[in-house]
């Protein structure tokens, strides 16, 4: 049976998704970032990132003294490229590491297809992933910190895998959201539990900000 809000959606086509834009500031290491904003590289990681380009960029960007600090974000598709940049660099390079979790607003866009019908904006809060990498000692008193060749139970701990609850909250009263689907237990593979690149992750967006 096709709920109602179903019969809603049956009149949409989805847009684009529109991720918050977050700042330096943003970003949750108040306790081990270092002093001045500069002194860090930012490297964004989506799903459709070539992690070899990023990995020779922040290498080299180390290697030059340009840096001393690279700190690796990426949300959805782009959390597992996320946590293999960090795996690849660190074999190169001895550095301190502090990985933290946090939550980043995308906006989901429905387009109507019908005459009457307005657009809808669902607002969704999503796990984001951000790794800090610093060449630098970092104190140790840091929550979380992992010190150079040394392992971390952060993965296996199921740190990097949450299951948030997503929330959507259409800005126009009235308009329908996506039905839920009724969840069958035993129907899930293990493969199918982790996140998979959307569509719009699929072009190369890495970027780098000194």
Known sequence: ??????LKMMHYRKAENVEKELSKTDLPFEDCMP???KDFLWMHVKGGTKVSNVIEFAQASLNKGEHRCVVWSGSGGGVIKTISCAEVLKRSHPVYQVTRMAYTS???HWKPQMEGLEEIIVNRQIPALHI???LDELPDSIEGLQKPNTSTDFWEGGGANPQPQHRQQPQHQGAGGRPNKRHRSGRNKPSQQHGKPSAEDNQPTSQSQG
Request: charged share 25%.
């Open 106 to 108: 995308v906006e989901e």
């Open 1 to 6: 049976m096709i709920s109602l809000d179903g």
């Open 132 to 134: 800090l990498m610093s």
């Open 35 to 37: 002093k001045t904003q």
